[in-house]
């Protein structure tokens, strides 16, 4: 009798999972190109799941009580009270932290298309210690405007995602990102087309950084239009970065937009290839000195444990020099970007950029040549806060890549100083943090320092409208998703 009681028991226990089951389920099945408000269960500030694994399962008494942190745990009204996970120090062991997704306007989409759409808005303020005149931070960015809010993005998109796989078969997506802000000066093409024919404000306006289709057979997926760059760490889109400000290699030593075609070709789960062809350096109707193809590229590698590698490329004919608009030569750049968690909470991420223009150099007329190393510190201090530094050296030999050219459309608006380019080093260390009370929303104070080496004796200076080599500057904004 007592057998036949426990297994009742049983068979009542596993028919009420299998009803839950289900009903979790129909709950949360939507179309794949809809994304759910969904849970990740973070073990630091890039999830590693296999290394914490691994490391509790050397003692299973360790291991954490994950009851908490369920799919129930991204519903509205759940709690995450239950989620802890094995005390290992209080600042360097594992963190578990019931993350939700942002809570969108459109949360369905445009569901009868397959379409994503959602964005965010990003707004601050940076005090520079020079105090200069003119409100101009010299050559920091994006955040290049003293004591004034710079609403830098209302960003917009709307994304149907492709589906890769081994055996996913065919695809067709794609995708349309709309900027509106003071950041636009700074993605807007270059020379004519888009934000350069219909923006005729000195620091707002409007852009289209991203517009493409994509197709996708398999593992292999190809985009058509215009997109980001796939070159260094950082990206235009304000989430997607620990700072507020840029790093000099961003700003001067890297395209930020493409418009031609990109394949991606998924070797396996860790390699891919890319590769694909572009009508220059931040242009969308061509270059204007002559209708060039440039060759974009590289290899991307990570081992499923958090280190990522990624290697690429450009090169093709692009405008040599500055000063001589009529002037096209080659121009070819690398990027390497490694990224290393260092143990639960810790990432490390180094890049190094090089690059070379042909006939570049504004004084000499002879090649001109760039160079530098980013380096990035984050630390995951609690589910709600980050911290982060950053040391930047980079260094342009030529006065070619770091200048205040007024003719690049609206870039550098407002800016005091003469066209002129500044040959030597420049250094930046940027501390900050990563405030996030709510899953729409992120807080980002930073406290940052230039300064210049470089060439003496005539020109303007970097920084204080030409007159100083050195600059403190205190910022903040906030990033609100939806």
């Known amino acids: 009798m007592a057998v036949m009681t426990r297994m009742l028991g049983v068979a009542v226990l596993a028919c009420l999972l299998s009803a839950a089951a289900k009903a979790d389920e129909a709950v949360l099945v939507q179309p794949e190109a809809v994304h759910p408000a969904s849970l990740e269960v973070s073990t630091g500030l890039y999830a590693q799941p296999e290394a914490v694994a691994d490391e509790w399962a050397a003692d299973e008494s360790e291991l954490p009580d994950l009851a908490g942190c369920g799919v129930s745990c991204g519903s509205r009204g759940s709690s995450c009270g239950n989620c802890r996970c094995g005390r290992r120090g209080r ?81 067709l997506g794609g995708r349309a990102d709309l900027l509106y802000g003071t950041d636009s000066r700074f993605v807007e093409p270059q020379g004519t087309g888009l934000g350069s024919d219909w923006n005729r404000e000195e620091f707002y306006g409007l852009d289209l950084p991203q517009m493409y289709l994509e197709l996708a057979y398999n593992r292999l997926s190809v985009k058509l239009g215009r997109f980001y760059t796939i070159l260094g760490h950082e990206s235009v889109m304000a989430p997607d970065n620990f700072f507020y400000s840029h790093s000099y290699a961003m700003m001067y030593g890297e395209p930020l937009t493409h418009t031609g075609m990109l394949a991606s070709f998924a070797v396996n789960d860790k390699l891919t290839l890319l590769g694909g062809i572009d009508r220059g350096w931040d242009r969308f109707n061509g270059n204007p000195d002559r209708d060039n193809i440039n060759f974009l590229g590289g290899v991307t590698w990570e081992n499923g444990r ?58 000499t007329g002879l090649r001109a040549e760039w160079y530098g190393i ?57 501390v900050g943090a990563n405030w996030k009370p709510t899953a729409n929303l992120v807080v980002r104070p930073e ?36």
């Open 91 to 171: 600042f360097w062991g594992p963190l578990c932290c019931c993350e939700q997704e942002p809570r969108r306007l459109l949360p369905c989409g445009l569901p009868r298309l397959g379409v994503d759409v959602y964005g965010w808005i990003d707004a601050g303020m940076t005090i520079n210690d020079d105090r200069p005149a003119s409100n101009f931070n010299g050559v920091v960015g994006f955040n290049d405007r003293h004591e004034e809010i710079q609403m830098n993005q209302a960003y917009l998109v709307f994304e149907r995602a492709v589906k890769t796989g081994r055996c996913a078969g065919f695809s």
């Open 374 to 430: 980013n380096q990035y510190l984050t630390y995951r201090l609690n589910c709600k806060w980050d911290l982060g530094v950053r040391f930047e050296w980079f260094r342009d030999d030529d006065g070619r890549v770091v200048h205040v050219m007024r003719d690049m459309g609206r870039r550098f608006g407002g800016s005091p100083i003469e066209p002129f380019g500044f040959a030597g080093n420049f250094y930046n260390v940027s």
């Open 447 to 482: 406290v940052r320092c230039d300064w210049f080496d470089g060439v003496s004796g005539f020109g303007p200076r970097p920084f204080d409208d030409g007159s100083d080599d050195e600059q403190v500057s205190f910022a903040l904004d906030v990033i609100y998703r939806f």
């Open 306 to 363: 958090g280190t990522k590698i990624a290697l690429t490329g450009t090169v093709g004919s692009e405008t040599a020099n500055p000063f001589l608009p009529g002037l096209t030569d080659n121009r070819s750049m690398y990027s390497l970007v490694i990224t290393q968690p260092l143990g639960h909470r810790l990432t490390y991420v180094f890049q190094h950029d090089a690059g070379t223009q042909e006939s570049g150099s504004p004084f």
